[in-house]
Structures are given as C-alpha cells and as structure tokens.
C-alpha cells in the first residue's frame, strides 16, 4: 500500500521567526499521524530554521527547487549537497510557477529528477494542463509530453521512490479544484504512463493532487484510488488549515 504523502508548499512566504512558529504549533495538532507521511518545503531561507524546529518529529523536509549541477558558477542557484545538508528528503522539480514564470523545461527538469535520484533524494515531480490545454481536450496529450520529457534520464531502479504531483495549472491558488472524478482521471492516466515505463514499480509511486486542495475538499480527492496525498499551497500556510487536511483525510 502506498502510504499518502500530504506537502506543504510554502512558496515565497514565511521568514525563519514563522517557520519555526509554524511548527510549534503543527507538531502538536497532528501528534504521530500514523498512516501519512507529512513534508514541508520552506523558502530556502527558512530550510535550516525548519530542519531545527521539526527535529525528532517524522514530518520530512523538502526543498521548493534545486540546481541539477553539484556546484559551479549558477547565481542564486541552489545545490543538492546543499539540501541534503540541512536534511531534505524532498525536492520539488517542475512546479508550473517555476515553468511559466522561469521558463523551466522538461528537458531541464529531466536532469534535476536524475541528479536527485542519483543524490538519494526523492523528486516530487510537478505536471498539469492549462485551462486551454483541457478546454482544447488535450490533458492527457499534455501529461505525457511532461513525464516524457521530465522522467527522460530516471533512474528505473529507483523509481519506486518518485513522486508525482498531478497539478491542474488552473485549479492552482485560484480557489478552483478538480473535481475527485476529474483528478482521479487524471491520476489514472499518470499511473498508466508510470506502468508503461516503469513496469510494476509504478505501483509504488505516489501521486498527489495539487490545486486549492483545502480541509473542505481534501477527504473526497484522497479517498480516490490513485490519489496518494496532496500538494498543497494556500491551505498550507495556516497549521489549523494543513492539519485538518492530516488529521481529518
Ligand atoms: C501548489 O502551489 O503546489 C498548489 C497546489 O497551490 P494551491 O494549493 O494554493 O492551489
């Protein structure tokens, strides 16, 4: 059985003073969450604070990017020695903000996903249609050029260990969900493309639905059969809102 992966994804908020106050008052609202892995990913800024404050709790850290090289003359960039120093678990990779805003490409996002696996750390791999690419009723045509082009060079061996983060670019921050039959649709599809390349592994594989997921929505979409937990921006920010997503799936 796969055992859901629920992620805060904290974007370009919180300082280190409200990331360690974040998680004084998480830990004890979802206690030992026994069933669900729960991870963070934090500002890099805010990284170590985390690390320190979630200490000798399960909830893992993951990182919102990384760079693919191990080190070299990349402005702003950050290594995966770098996050793996401060305990990642998780990174990130292909979130549609970093697509549309940064220009990422699947072929770039193919070699953070390898360098993560060779690294021993676990992408959390980011794909979903625009509103126009599913009006245009070409979702699933989308999808597979996205795990295509970013699982290009993964490590089969490792594959049990990815994670996939199916994101309706529209339904992110804007308030808008997925319906559970659409995202279990979706997952379905992602699970049989995982099939297809990855063999029985894929079985293994965590998919998460992200976009508005909220308390008021979470049960329903997690109740599906290939939804594996959520990434979840907005509702993450508040400890009372992500933990009714924990405590109450
Ligand atoms: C996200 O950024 O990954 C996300 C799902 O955001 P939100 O929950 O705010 O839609």
């Given at each position: 059985?796969?055992?859901?992966?629920?992620?805060?994804?904290?974007k370009m908020?919180?300082?280190?003073?409200?990331?360690?106050?974040?998680?004084?008052?998480?830990?004890?609202?979802?206690?030992?969450?026994?069933?669900?892995?729960?991870?963070?990913?934090?500002?890099?800024?805010?990284?170590?604070?985390?690390?320190?404050?979630?200490?000798?709790?399960?909830?893992?850290?993951?990182?919102?990017?990384?760079?693919?090289?191990?080190?070299?003359?990349?402005?702003?960039?950050?290594?995966?020695?770098?996050?793996?120093?401060?305990?990642?678990?998780?990174?990130?990779?292909?979130?549609?903000?970093?697509?549309?805003?940064?220009?990422?490409?699947?072929?770039?996002?193919?070699?953070?996903?390898?360098?993560?696996?060779?690294?021993?750390?676990?992408?959390?791999?980011?794909?979903?249609?625009?509103?126009?690419?599913?009006?245009?009723?070409?979702?699933?045509?989308?999808?597979?050029?996205?795990?295509?082009?970013?699982?290009?060079?993964?490590?089969?061996?490792?594959?049990?260990?990815?994670?996939?983060?199916?994101?309706?670019?529209?339904?992110?921050?804007?308030?808008?969900?997925?319906?559970?039959?659409?995202?279990?649709?979706?997952?379905?599809?992602?699970?049989?493309?995982?099939?297809?390349?990855?063999?029985?592994?894929?079985?293994?594989?965590?998919?998460?639905?992200?976009?508005?997921?909220?308390?008021?929505?979470?049960?329903?979409?997690?109740?599906?059969?290939?939804?594996?937990?959520?990434?979840?921006?907005?509702?993450?920010?508040?400890?009372?809102?992500?933990?009714a997503i924990i405590?109450?799936?």
């Amino acid at each position: 059985m796969r055992a859901p992966l629920i992620a805060a994804n904290w974007k370009m908020h919180k300082t280190v003073a409200d990331a360690r106050a974040f998680a004084a008052d998480l830990l004890p609202r979802i206690g030992d969450a026994r069933g669900v892995e729960v991870a963070v990913a934090p500002p890099f800024t805010a990284l170590a604070a985390a690390a320190e404050a979630l200490a000798g709790s399960d909830v893992a850290l993951a990182a919102q990017n990384v760079h693919p090289a191990p080190s070299g003359a990349f402005t702003g960039e950050i290594s995966i020695d770098m996050l793996r120093e401060l305990g990642c678990r998780y990174a990130i990779v292909g979130h549609s903000e970093r697509r549309a805003i940064f220009g990422e490409t699947d072929a770039f996002i193919a070699e953070k996903v390898a360098a993560l696996q060779a690294a021993g750390l676990r992408p959390i791999l980011c794909i979903g249609e625009t509103l126009e690419q599913r009006e245009a009723d070409r979702t699933f045509e989308v999808l597979s050029t996205q795990l295509g082009g970013s699982l290009a060079s993964a490590d089969a061996a490792r594959a049990s260990e990815l994670v996939v983060a199916y994101e309706p670019v529209w339904a992110i921050g804007t308030g808008r969900t997925a319906t559970p039959e659409m995202a279990q649709a979706a997952h379905a599809f992602v699970r049989g493309w995982l099939r297809e390349r990855f063999g029985a592994d894929a079985d293994a594989i965590r998919i998460q639905y992200g976009g508005s997921m909220k308390p008021e929505n979470a049960a329903e979409l997690l109740a599906q059969p290939d939804i594996d937990g959520g990434l979840v921006g907005g509702a993450s920010l508040d400890p009372e809102s992500f933990s009714a997503i924990i405590v109450g799936r």
